[in-house]
């Protein structure tokens, strides 16, 4: 470069710089003055001081252009603010605030210094992470904040309970919502968490709203503590509950009026479903909530203001909090100068509150209470889950992938409201295809081509004017009703009706929807009419009594409080929250969870001062101000609630829609169609198994809404109308069957057996009464088992007694001190898996090739962390044929499915834990991870030896300098059905070669084995068992030496006898109890041993053993089970599971666990010459084994002609009461009403 140019470039950089100084002089001129000039945020500044509009109000246009033009984000030279998106705005209006809050060493305050400070605080409570950001320039210092929060604190006190938000207006109607906040912190017991009650006033807003009161700047005062005043609550007086009172005018419960209401509504729905019938071609529809805001996309509802209340710190659980609730709402309501004043809370406030509102004529006359919409709809939604989720609706919700497992219990119940909500809607709109489909099926021809073009006119014209011309047209009127009478006609097959039903409650729940989203009340009231008898129907007695109080105090309410009806008529019961599009409006109890209680409930919380009552006392006194400053913050950042359009109309989520409910309708095409014309009409099926419903079950779900709406009628007429029953007491339960009942007499769970329990027990009495009728004295009855199945031995259903197998090994474990527990495992160990153990444990793969190699790739690296080198994969085999069948089946109660896999790529199912109930497809699955590892295992294994068994077969996979070498083990080539034994089998053959053995398991039946062949395999043993971090392993060698081989030898008995996975436990008499009588008497060492020696039982060894059944019930004094029974039963131990079995089911029993004990003893041998198991315990029936319970009847043949009789109005005088037909007088337990067939002596 020449010298000149040099000097004119160093000329025009020294220029540049001048003018960038005075540019920035200027600024900094500009700012001194707004600082001086400037209206400075009020002390304490709210959530009005702090809003993105007076953001944009207090920074100067002059450096909110600079920083635009320097940014480039705007280029036009201009006087006034420049023009910029509002994105871009947000960014350049932070970035001023910074620069401001700088200049002015923070003397100035900020919106967004203040409002950032105060929402980090709110929602996560770091102290830290405040002091960065300050630190950064971009909020307000961590002392500060703190004198702000109490500042807003005081400000709180000074305003007093009763506060007013200055942009609510008075005289203009308002809703206040109430709702419980649970902050949910850390408790050392978990008592002592802080509740209080939030509240928000909702207001629609008006055309001549006046502007905000601006905010009084009080003296800063630096505090940063507040004295917690005492609580003020109003005490409420509690005396005798009354119902409803103000008076009835008129309860009409005729549904027919009722439907009226609902007419525009299902038939707008009808044309959504008939439109969704055909293929869309080359067009993606809305799913239902989109469908209806493009309908009605103009029809939008009056925009409403929602502010915070003050909270109320107590409790809503409390009488006294909610009479304070009803005190405050009516302070509210004089200051707007209303007469009338509505209240919206959920249940569980709603019913304290008209407690104490029906008892207080003041509450009664000028508030309205109101159920929210949000939590009546979950209520509701449990109604439908309770009745379909295990009918098909469970199973067709995971299949179809549209619920995950791990979120289906929270889609069943309606606690997960928008995935239930999204689920019943798109379930809804397959099934309404299936129907449409299969009447269309009827239809001859032309007329079915004719329904077509009526649906794909509806396609096609959505949503131009013409549409709703079409929904309009007497073409259209006449599909729908021609289509109803082919529903109403198909009625009289169950199924059909069953889940013709489903659609209906389901197009309640939409209409109750739309009512809530158009803001019409008589719709409101119409779906809740409709909803009422499913809450008696299905138990839901808490909705079913205040709902209905609801529904008439409702629809009433014209004539009780005229100026609240005129407000909720002009859909003034809902919120409005944006004015982008119609079908909006939203239930005031869920603006408050996404308002209050969203904005309240943080990670921050009040975790780590609880102890400090003034910091919580602060805390929750400003919580409803630091909310509104947070949602403030929030905004400026472009992060607000309303943010977005509604999610359905965006394109992606309705391609999802569509794409969901093709494979819903795919996935009931694989199980059972509820339409299909060829199913048996008289039968009703779980449409995802097949499997039929009994005839009681069938009879319970069809009548369910008849019987809910009988409950309806009698509560309305014997407890509102009349005040013949009190509001207040019990409502009898209906009790409805479900398809769950069907499936609990196979699975009796441990918080349901008592319920079981009282029914047998009740039987097992009414069969000691008759026998004493009867004359037949107590010993000999007890010498029968007095039932079906002998109740010490089994489940009510038929299946075996289970115990904690798990505490055997306990107990032994805790018997050696030392411990035999150790951390680690020598290096170089073979390591023996229970397989199936390892596949239960896993997650599935997308495919049935990943899950093979992921299994293996698990084994190499659990192998790696010890060193080892060699890895047995021990599986089960599984046979129609079985003794375990019952068990499995137990395991397997919900149903399977059977699935042949036939390639890598194949897709694992979503339900796996059903796919692994079924044996063959268990079979299948490890006979495929041996194929597939002949394949893949040489990329995997290393230098590992994997010995892998599938069936009867045994092969080691190793790699060499060839690639992968499969040789077959004739040794371990064996017909051992459980993996119990078979992996005993492997431990001795691998201690050939090693001197360290871990057997990985988590079944108590293989440590016993382990511990009983332990001098049979010549390695040092170990038991590693447990999941993930709470594993433990057991050195078994050291164990064995403690306890001896003779006791270790017994334990196989033991074991057998006390309970294992084929032999049933005693009912009330667990491992350790077994055990330690076992350990108290050396000669039961020898009697234990015995057992299994043989697979028949000696007549010595029985006798033997029914004395050890006595030593457990504490009857020393007898060798006789049956005497033991007597004894005990007269002792006052009544219930048949108190008592040990009768001699004749303990024999049997006892010949299971010979059985079962003789299959382990030989563990050790390839083939061992196993009999069939009939005569040893078991039976065959229908060609699969059962257990064999008994020889001698249930109970004597005296008893068994007659147990009682039911007969109401024969006096049982006449031939038709079987006491009578067999000449003995009627019992206490008989169910016959004025009985004249009474033995003398006895009522």
Known sequence: MEKGELDNATTDTTNDYRLLYHAALTLKEILHKAAKSSQKLPWPPTANDLTLEKAFEVVPHQLLNFIAWASGIASEPTDERVRVSLEDGRKILSSCQDIISLATRGRWLMPKQCSLAMAVRHMIGSAQLIGMLNGLGHCSSNSLVLEHDTALANLQMERGEIYIPESICAEVPVTLVWDNNDFGEETLSGKGTTHNTNGIVIQQVMGNDSAPVPSTSRQRTRERSVNPPPLNLVTYRRGKRSGPQSPVIRIDLQQDQNICAQTIGRRTDAAYFLMKVPEAQGKVLPGWTGFNIMLKNDTVLPSTNVKYLPVIDASPTDLNTVHTILSHSLAIADSLKQTEVVLVMDQAIYSKAQEIRWQTNLYSERIVLRLGELHTTMAYLSCIGKLYADAGLQDILIESELVAVGSIDGVISGHHYNRSIRAHKLLTEALQRLRWQAYLDTLPDMSSAAAMKIAMDLQDNFPSEKFIETIGSGAFLELLKDYSEFVEKNNCNLTFAFWSKYIAMVEILL?????????NWALHLSTVQSMLPWFFACDKVNYARYLTAYWVEMSNLEDTHPSAHQQLLSGDFVAQRHQKHGFAGTACDEVIEQTANRDSKTKGGISGFSLNKGAVHRWTLTQHERAAITAECKNMAGQGALAHLNSELDHTRMQRDQTDVKNILTTVHNMVNPFDPSLDGDSLYQISTGQLASESIATDLMQAEQRGQEALTEFCDKRISSGEKSFHDPIKKTKIKTFKDACQSRTIKIKGREITLTTHRNMFARLIVVGSVRQINIEEMLTYCLGPFPQALANVDGSLAKTNKAKLMHVLQEEIHPSTTVKDIPNGSVWIWDAMALVQQLKPQPTFGQYADHVLRTLVHLAKETNSTELHFVCDTYTNLSVKNAERSRRAEQGYQRIKIYGDEQKTPKQWKKFLACGENKNNLLEYFFQRWAISAENIIGNNTIITTHGSKCHAMQVNERGLVITEIKDLESTHEEADTRIVLHAAYAAKSCSDLVIRSPDTDVFVLTLAFCKQIDSHLY??????????????????????????????????????????????????????????KTEYTSVFQDLGTHFTPSAELCEALEAFTCDLYEQTDSQDVNIARANLFKSGKCSERDLPPNKDSLYKHIHRASYQAAVHRRSLECRPDVPPPVNHGWKMVGGVYEVDWMTLPPAPEAILELVHCSCKKTHCVKGRCTCKLHDLPCTNLCQCSSCDNRSSGRD
């Open 511 to 519: 209409l109750f929807i739309r009512a809530t989203r158009e803001g």
């Open 1023 to 1080: 038991f590693h068992t447990g999941k993930e971090r709470d594993t433990h392993i057991t050195d078994i060698s050291r164990l064995h030496t403690h306890l001896g081989e003779a006791k270790c030898d017994a334990l196989v008995g033991l074991h057998a006898f006390s309970g294992c996975d084929t032999v049933s436990a005693l009912h009330n008499v667990g491992k350790a109890k077994a055990y330690k009588k076992f350990s108290s």
